[in-house]
């Protein structure tokens, strides 16, 4: 659990619901989980726009992932990472403001590699279980890197709103997505396309 005082609060569910760690994770608002490495790390985000790496036995930090700086008309930005998720061989990867998805090799230090795409906001970032497929979703598309090919990316296209949600299946055949208009769409990744679509369309969204 993520407070809004910066801590991360581990409970035990296997008997009395009791928190198992503590951890102060900074002075900012903690409000993204996700466990990682068979559940051995746990991987959160926070306000201030920085990923973090935690060993869920001692609640040691592992990593810190930071935001990076970008220079508009001469003016430096910070851009928050906004995702985080893992690969089973132990590599993150982070999804920021400006849509740059950054690989972190955590050994022996912190090396980023930026992948080159489409520059928007993303929404949600995940590897398949099998780690050959890299996930992220851009707007209204859902965007597939292929590992063994990482130059290759395919672009899902269909839904007619923002795309709020990302799974994929255990045998990461299949990814699913669901949208501001309505829909849940699950997908093929190897072919590349929409298999089912479930739901109905809502109207268009207006600009106010």
Same mark, same amino acid.
């Given at each position: ?83 985080? &998720?893992?690969?089973? !061989?132990?590599?993150?990867? =982070?999804?920021?403001?400006? +849509?740059?998805?950054?690989? %972190? #090799? @955590? ?60 799974? &994929?299946?255990?045998? !990461?055949?299949?990814?699913? =997505?669901?949208?501001?208009? +309505?829909?849940?769409?699950? %997908? #093929? @990744? ?19």
């Amino acid at each position: 659990m993520g407070t809004s005082e910066g801590k991360i609060v581990v409970f035990d569910v296997t008997g009395t619901l009791t928190p198992r760690t503590e951890t102060q994770a900074n002075k900012s608002d903690v409000y993204f989980l996700k466990f990682a490495n068979q559940d051995k790390t746990l991987l959160s985000v926070s306000r201030d726009g920085t990923a973090r790496a935690w060993n869920l036995d001692t609640g040691k930090r592992l990593a810190t992932m930071s935001a990076s700086r970008i220079a508009v008309d001469t003016q430096e930005f910070m851009t928050g990472i906004i995702s985080v &998720s893992a690969r089973a !061989s132990g590599e993150l990867v =982070t999804g920021d403001v400006t +849509g740059a998805l950054r690989t %972190w #090799d @955590l050994a022996p230090r912190l090396k980023p590699e930026t992948f080159r795409g489409d520059f928007n906001a993303w929404s949600s970032i995940r590897y398949t279980d099998d780690g050959r497929w890299l996930l992220a979703t851009e707007q209204k598309r859902l965007l597939v890197y292929d590992q063994s090919h990482p130059n290759v990316v395919k672009r899902l296209s269909g839904h007619q709103e923002f795309i709020i949600g990302l799974a &994929s299946d255990p045998t !990461s055949r299949f990814a699913a =997505t669901s949208s501001l208009d +309505g829909t849940v769409k699950v %997908w #093929d @990744l190897e072919a590349g396309s929409a298999l089912h679509t479930f739901g109905t369309p809502l109207p268009p969204i207006e600009d106010p």
